[in-house]
């Protein structure tokens, strides 16, 4: 109980504040942010943040879409497959490390531009790779932008949010990550199935590989409209640029409450950390300096004060991560194989491991000899277009609810719920029931990671949190990678193992959440 009130004490408790704050002079930072209100900044602020995360989930999904159609032509096995859906993770869990530490350093926009551009021109790259080596590098280079851009999204959208709107704030981001799935599915259903591009030779530029081109156009948008924002206020006055930090608040006053508005607030009280952003000297010089701010910032995280919430925080992002992206990213092959499955014996029924004992592999790999074309399933596809709309009620709930039932009630149903609804695609035997509970698993796992976000921006101090968000994720693709890995070797042996892991990891996290603090309205640290 001690150590809880101890957690509780880092967040500075307090009644919600008046918007339009109490007069002139000197402010804490959370009655600035409440007094320049919630309007038009902000809500182009999370519509471009909200873009920005539709773009990681995009160049995420668009892997596990692709893998039918790209099997012949890079000939991939299902373990060849696991291993690509892994490297991007691999990617992602390096990226996050070293973006979301960097950000902590020198800014949250300026690392989060590079970050989108990394991920933007490797994934035009990997179109144009024509073996699978090649490839696989292209898409690991693409994983690094990605896990930068996401902890360095959410540290940088919540400074900028007043603690009775940040919950349905980051709520909303959360739900664009639903958008980039539909969007995706709805581009590969529209361009896989159609057979064009051109032929020269041993160089191949068919549909799939347009399809990838399309996806990578989103986050390369968004890290030109980002160029247009302010940096984090709060994170400026960390290195103690205070007049910079009040410039753009007043400015985000401004265009919450008109351009002729007066802001009262003329200081703001914050305690400075000096960060060592000195670029003089050689590169040399610099590159070690930020790596030993960084490893610095690291060990920070595990200090007696924050021990217990950065452990559980690990465990529950290996969980949550290794059951979702364990399941989720086979489904489009999980889909396709049942659909072949039914087309060749629409008389049968058969589990989804049942249907993987019948070595349908076998089949796919007989096509490829003698067909060098795509083989890809048009119903397969549809089923993901419905599987991503699917979220779509859980998503409008957390962000209505989010700031009244709190954080932890929705990570707690989602991750027990989604444990349930794994372990019944075990069980069932028609493509039907696959897909509502391919939905479901969909749905609840989306309230999850809405909620998982949320906490993952409210329980670290500013000068430790893009790191934490980092460290936190980099546990989370170590789960990712693993839960891909397995997947790929065990699918086509003994599928039981896989599916009934990622229903332990799910209902385990879920349980883990009750030992966190609840940081529901509680201002930013």
């Not at 704030?169 to 599915?185: D, E, H, K, Q, T």
């Not at 020269?200 to 156009?217: E, M, Q, T």
Request: glycine share 8%; with cysteine.
């Amino acid at each position: 109980m001690m150590e809880r009130k101890a957690l509780l004490s880092q967040f500075e408790l307090r009644e919600d504040i008046e918007q339009d704050g109490e007069g002139e002079g000197s402010h804490t930072y959370e009655e600035a942010i409440n007094t320049a209100g919630f309007g038009r900044f902000h809500f182009w602020l999370i519509l471009i943040g909200g873009l920005a995360n539709a773009s990681d989930a995009i160049e995420i999904l668009c892997v596990s879409i692709l893998l039918p159609a790209a099997e012949c032509d890079l000939k991939m096995t299902s373990a060849d497959k696991g291993w690509l859906n892994a490297m991007l993770f691999l990617g992602m869990m390096l990226g996050g490390y070293i973006w979301g530490s960097l950000g902590d350093i020198y800014g949250r926009r300026n690392i989060l531009i590079v970050s989108l551009l990394v991920n933007a021109i490797a994934g035009i790259l990997s179109a144009f790779a024509q073996g699978f080596p090649l490839f696989l590098t292209f898409r690991f280079i693409s994983g690094l932008g990605v896990g930068g851009s996401i902890p360095l999204v959410w540290a940088y959208i919540s400074e900028f949010q007043p603690p009775h709107k940040r919950g349905q704030a980051l709520s909303i981001i959360a739900s664009f990550w639903m958008v980039g799935n539909v969007v995706v599915a709805g581009t590969a259903l529209g361009i896989i199935p159609l057979h064009i591009g051109f032929v020269s030779g041993n160089f191949k530029f068919n549909s799939w590989r347009i399809f990838l081109v399309i996806c990578a156009l989103p986050a390369l948008t968004i890290s030109l409209a980002i160029v247009l924002l302010p940096e984090s206020p709060m994170f400026l006055l960390l290195k103690g640029q205070h007049n910079d930090a009040l410039a753009i608040i007043r400015n985000v006053y401004k265009q919450n409450h008109g351009q002729q508005s007066h802001f009262p607030v003329t200081s703001i009280d914050f305690p400075v950390m000096k960060l060592n952003t000195d670029n003089s000297g050689s590169w040399l010089g610099s590159i070690k300096r930020a790596v030993e701010q960084t490893l610095k910032q690291t060990v920070s995280l595990f200090a007696p004060s924050l021990l217990r919430v950065t452990t559980i925080m690990l465990l529950i992002n290996f969980a949550i991560q290794f059951g979702y992206y364990g399941l989720w990213l086979w489904f489009p092959e999980l889909f396709n194989r049942l659909e072949q499955f039914y087309a060749d014996h629409p008389d049968m029924k058969a589990s989804v491991c049942e249907m993987t004992h019948m070595n349908l592999n076998s089949t796919a790999k007989q096509v490829c000899q003698e067909d060098e074309g795509d083989e890809v399933n048009y119903q397969a596809l549809v089923n993901i277009l419905i599987t991503s709309i699917a979220p779509l009620p859980a998503n409008v709930w957390t962000i209505v609810h989010m700031d009244k039932f709190g954080r932890k009630f929705f990570l707690i149903l989602s991750m027990t719920l989604a444990g349930v609804s794994a372990f019944g695609i075990y069980l069932v035997q028609t493509s039907l029931h696959n897909l509502i509970l391919g939905c479901i698993f969909g749905a609840v796992t989306t309230m999850g990671f809405n909620a998982l976000d949320c906490l993952g921006a409210e329980l670290f101090p500013t000068h430790l949190r893009s790191t934490a968000l980092a460290v936190t994720l980099l546990a989370a693709r170590v789960g990712a990678i693993i839960g891909s890995i397995i997947f790929g070797y065990l699918l086509d042996v003994y599928c039981a193992i896989p599916i009934l892991l990622v229903s332990g990891f799910l209902v385990f996290g879920g349980l883990l959440v009750l030992l966190l603090p609840n940081t529901t309205r509680v201002a930013l640290t």
